[in-house]
């Protein structure tokens, strides 16, 4: 069964440094998402992606995130200048579609980041 | 944006008690998705739905959507050491952003 990889499961950075978070949606999925879950919350909208650009962002989305899909697999989260509060879990995911009968979202195992 | 409300926000039942988690929105809701979320792990996609007055059912687990399409619930009937989890309900509201509730984590004890 196809399913949303990311790596790495795990990245420890210091205050101050940018980091790339990377995933690999489902192959046919036309739309790509992030969230991030801070320990023991709810999950958060970040940002959806469609035809190589955002379709919408929630407001913890500011400047200094960005995403990307350099080639035809990959979709990046890009975080510029880590603060201590974006130690969270992130994830993506992916849906066929948006309509309703393609919205469903399949999520990747993860990417802990945690920033010292 | 959205807000969605969900209650409780922990349950403890012994293994072969029932458990209902629901979900609440001041306005009206286009879709509402529930998703399950073992511990340590990721969302996993369990159902949507989108008629007024919709219930699916998944074996043990029933959904419902209500009448006014602002509240939600899902209940699980004779609970499993497998059910443990956090249980999210989520929905779009009338834009492409998705919310999610807080979640109920289900404990349940052999």
């Known amino acids: 069964e196809p399913e949303v990889t990311q790596t790495p499961s795990h990245q420890v950075t210091q205050m101050g440094q940018e980091v790339i978070l990377r995933c690999v949606p489902i192959?046919?999925?036309?739309?790509f998402y992030w969230y991030r879950q801070i320990l023991g919350q709810k999950v958060e909208f970040l940002v959806s992606?469609?035809?190589?650009?955002?379709?919408?962002k929630s407001e913890i989305f500011d400047d200094q995130f960005s995403v990307e899909r350099p080639d035809g697999s990959n979709f990046t989260l890009k975080i510029r200048s880590t603060k201590l509060e974006d130690s969270a879990m992130y994830f993506c995911a992916s849906s066929r579609g948006r309509g309703i009968g393609s919205y469903e979202q399949y999520f990747g195992p993860g990417t802990r980041l945690t920033v010292t | 944006g959205q807000q969605v409300m969900q209650i409780p926000q922990y349950q403890h039942v012994q293994e072969g008690e029932d458990f209902t988690t629901y979900c609440n929105s001041s306005t009206t809701l286009s879709n509402i998705q529930w998703y399950k979320q073992r511990p340590g792990g990721h969302p996993v996609f369990l159902i949507q739905l989108v008629k007024s007055g919709e219930v699916k059912k998944q074996k043990r687990l029933t959904f419902q959507f209500g009448e006014a399409k602002k509240n939600s619930s899902l209940h699980i009937t004779a609970t499993q050491t497998t059910d443990v989890g956090t249980y999210f309900c989520a929905s779009r509201g009338g834009s492409y952003i998705p919310t999610f509730g807080r979640g109920t984590s289900l404990i349940v004890h052999p």
């Open positions: 192959s046919n999925h036309l739309y």
């Open positions: 992606f469609y035809n190589n650009e955002i379709s919408e």
